[in-house]
């Protein structure tokens, strides 16, 4: 089993700045504990992080050839992207939306996510952990599908 890690805008800046809201870990500290965890779940991780809608979408459409899923933290994306939603929809392979901080928690423009309805479900609030549960989410769901 193979899965598209997704991550969206700034969040190559990870563990620079903003610690108080996301935390000391880089974004290589995640993709090592995902990486970590793929080798006790036994599947494969493919890792990708753009600023740009643009990347994102050519990414999810590619994941289409030869991933079974796609794990995605669409950052700020996440309540704007009517694009990024269309080709998750358009791909139809299962997605676990995952978010560092708890997006309900915070400003009411966070609150909206287009991706939501068109991913299997939404975890948020648990820090650099989210990833975690997202990645056991959607390897189980995959698994028993
Ligand atoms: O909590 C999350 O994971 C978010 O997806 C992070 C996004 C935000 O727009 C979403 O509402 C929730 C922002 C990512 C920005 O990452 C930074 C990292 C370090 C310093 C500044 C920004």
Avoid: W
């Avoid at 089993?1 to 870990?25: A, C, D, S």
């Avoid at 030869?66 to 669409?74: D, E, R, T, V, Y």
């Amino acid at each position: 089993m193979k899965f598209m890690v997704l991550h969206g805008p700034n969040l190559n800046l990870l563990g620079t700045r903003e610690p108080g809201i996301y935390g000391n870990q880089t974004l290589e500290d995640i993709n090592d504990s995902l990486r970590e965890l793929s080798v006790e779940l036994g599947c494969e991780l493919v890792f990708f992080q753009s600023n740009s809608e643009g990347e994102l979408i050519d990414t999810i459409q590619s994941a289409a050839q030869n991933c079974h899923g796609i794990l995605i933290n669409p950052a700020a994306y996440t309540h704007t992207s009517i694009a990024i939603r269309d080709a998750l929809s358009a791909v139809g392979l299962p997605s676990v939306e995952v978010h560092l901080s708890n997006i309900h928690h915070r400003e009411t423009f966070r609150h909206t996510s287009m991706i939501a309805p068109v991913a299997i479900g939404q975890i948020c609030g648990f820090g650099s952990y989210s990833y975690l549960l997202g990645l056991r989410a959607l390897f189980n769901f995959v698994k028993n599908k």
